[in-house]
Structures are given as structure tokens and as C-alpha cells.
């Protein structure tokens, strides 16, 4: 009636936990929000510069007030 668990019957379940773990650690770095950053900049030009900068051509200004401009990273567009 009593089954006593030795630390062979342990090993396949460390296995299981382990390969559980890696694979949710590889969804969670998979499924990372886009890059956004608040700009400081006095005119569009500037901030225009700066998103440049930071992501390279492909970027979306989000917001813009009078000194500071909110950019988002965008991925690369395929090239046709």
C-alpha cells in the first residue's frame, strides 16, 4: 500500500519541470512589447534625428507635446 518514492522515480519529473520552464521562459522573451521611449526634443527635426537613431528608419511617432515626443520601434518592413 505504501509506496515509498525513491530518487529514481524523482528524476522524470525534474525533466518534465525543467523542459516546462525552458519553454515558458521561451514564449516570454518571444512575446516582447515594441520598444517605446520618450524623446526629448524642441522641434520635429530633432525628433526626427533621435527616433532615427534609436530604431533606424522604421518608427511611428506616437504622441508629440512641446517638448518631449513618445516614439514606438516598429519592425523592419520587408524589402520588395
Known sequence: ???VISSADKI???QR??????LLLL???ACQ????????ARTPEELKTGAYELCGRDY???SYEDDTG???CLPPLGEN
Do not use: A, D, I
Open 70 to 72: 513618445l516614439v514606438e
Open 33 to 40: 512589447e515594441p520598444v517605446r521611449q520618450y524623446l526629448k
Open 60 to 62: 511611428k511617432v506616437l
Open 12 to 14: 522524470p519529473g525534474k
Open 27 to 29: 514564449l516570454v522573451s
Open 17 to 22: 519541470l525543467t523542459w516546462m520552464l525552458l
Open 1 to 3: 500500500m505504501n509506496k
